[in-house]
């Protein structure tokens, strides 16, 4: 088993963890220690200090963790959200995206009352559509009827001019 020194140990772990955060393959391949190690490094310097164990690499948190997120950062200033972003390996878009979800999710709880507007909604367009779309019909015919009259007129009345010469 080999033995690796503190001060290693921890340049590798800031190369590892945010802002950094570089990919643990990366790391490895260019360090020469093996990755199974860097993720027990990373594992360990997570529960040594309070976080949550990261279950997959980047891996997409739950609806749980976000709201917990959105909850925590509400009250923050801007630079305070930037440093706590920065700290948990996030970006503030996240956190807004993340945020609109939660105020979203609020409408969907009475899926019965929305799905009825909207198939209203979309019933009255569709009619609509019907409507604007016979109503485009026609006038394009009677278009088409004008400019077959007027070329009709201007044959007639070149005809009478060659007569009249």
């Not at 009475?110 to 009255?124: E, F």
Request: glycine share 2%.
């Amino acid at each position: 088993m080999t033995t690796y020194e503190p001060e290693l140990k921890s340049s590798i772990l800031t190369r590892l963890l945010p802002p950094n955060s570089e990919a643990v393959p990366r790391v490895a391949e260019a360090t020469g220690i093996p990755a199974n190690t860097l993720h027990g490094w990373l594992h360990a310097h997570r529960k040594k200090n309070g976080l949550k164990p990261l279950s997959a690499v980047n891996s997409e948190p739950s609806t749980q963790e976000k709201f917990a997120v959105v909850l925590k950062c509400a009250t923050m200033t801007e630079i305070e959200l930037s440093t706590y972003c920065r700290e948990q390996g996030l970006y503030p878009d996240q956190v807004e995206q993340w945020r609109l979800l939660c105020e979203m999710a609020n409408t969907a709880t009475k899926p019965s009352a929305v799905k009825l507007q909207s198939r209203q909604q979309q019933l009255l367009m569709e009619k609509d559509n019907r409507r604007l779309t016979s109503e485009l019909n026609r006038k394009e015919k009677a278009l088409a009827e004008m400019a077959a009259l007027l070329v009709l007129q201007k044959k007639f009345q070149a005809l009478w001019e060659d007569e009249a010469v």
